[in-house]
């Protein structure tokens, strides 16, 4: 029995979609169906037979003890999260239910129960690297976690180890760099880029839009998570990167080239507090343990991203690389 949680968001629900197709397994997925989560990502995937849905929040641990004593899971893909960074900053506590307490209740319930815990993190937990940084983020580099976002997902990790060295529970730990594809919440860069173009609105980028982030297409961001699990690795942590470093500004530019709009359409605003300058990840540990490397096609990717907001909010039209 595989338990997804948080399938109804934009990784989960891109990992439900992948696994359906790798694997016969009963597949339990929960979500408690936030702003930044949609049934109907997954509702043609549910069949309540192989594939069941549980509507509960993780920070609930009556609730989540009681889901593990229904279903036992063998191994948990555990996705559910608060992400936004700038929500974060707004209110921390919703990060603290989710991220900390949500993610203690699912390791205390699996104790004596799964085979393998596996917790998807984040680059951010290593805080930020100077733009012209040679030694890029590595399994080996120190937490410095700047943002309540990213210091509730730095304690989560904590959490994933400490219940392993003190309760024996298997685990494995992935920290990504930033995810775009279908099914994002259009909050974050990608998906707002689009939809304010589309709708001929302003893009404001914080402090110039400068910073650079390493991107990961979510489908290649799935493979490794589903490579890692085929090939039994565990109690170990891996970087998941997308060898893709780009600027926020020419991300934005990128969108609209292919949309067809101006560069007028980018404005700037005051940057946000404790913004972090550039992540890049070394993902040389995952490649050479299963073979894995993430795909070389970003403006490709970005228009079948792009492509899938037309189709789902908009009249679906052939855009050019």
Not at 59 to 82: C, G, M, R, T
Not at 292 to 308: A, F, R, V, Y
Request: proline share 4%; with cysteine.
């Amino acid at each position: 029995m595989i338990l997804v949680t948080g399938a109804a968001g934009f990784i989960g629900s891109n990992f439900l979609h992948y696994i359906h197709k790798k694997t016969d397994d009963e597949i339990v997925i929960v979500d408690n169906l936030t702003y930044a989560s949609d049934i109907k990502f997954i509702d043609k995937l549910i069949d309540n037979k192989r594939v069941k849905f549980i509507e509960i929040d993780i920070a609930d641990e009556q609730a989540v003890d009681e889901l593990f004593v229904s279903y036992k899971p063998n191994i948990v893909f555990h996705f559910a999260a608060e992400s936004h960074v700038d929500n974060s900053i707004r209110n921390y506590r919703p990060f603290i239910q989710a991220n900390i307490l949500g993610t203690i209740n699912l390791l205390n319930a699996s104790r004596d129960v799964v085979d393998k815990f596996h917790h998807i993190s984040t680059d951010e937990v290593f805080g930020s690297l100077e733009y012209d940084d040679p030694n890029i983020f590595t399994e080996e580099t120190l937490y410095n976690p700047r943002n309540p976002y990213s210091a509730s997902k730095a304690a989560s990790d904590y959490f994933v180890k400490a219940w392993h060295n003190t309760y024996g529970v298997p685990y494995l730990i992935t920290n990504c760099s930033n995810n775009y594809g279908p099914r994002q919440h259009p909050e974050k860069l990608i998906p707002l880029t689009i939809t304010n173009a589309i709708n001929d609105r302003m893009t404001y980028m914080h402090g110039g839009g400068d910073q650079i982030r390493d991107w990961l297409y979510v489908k290649d961001h799935c493979e490794a998570i589903w490579m890692l699990y085929e090939q039994g690795i565990m109690n170990d942590t891996f970087n998941i990167g997308g060898s893709c470093e780009k600027k926020n500004i020419d991300v934005v530019k990128d969108i609209l080239d292919i949309l067809g709009k101006s560069h007028d359409l980018i404005g700037v605003t005051a940057d946000r507090p404790g913004h972090d300058k550039r992540y890049a990840m070394d993902h040389s540990k995952l490649t050479n343990a299963i073979g894995w490397k993430p795909g070389d096609k970003w403006l490709e990717n970005i228009n079948s991203t792009i492509q899938w907001y037309l189709s789902r909010y908009y009249t679906t039209i052939n855009v050019p690389l």
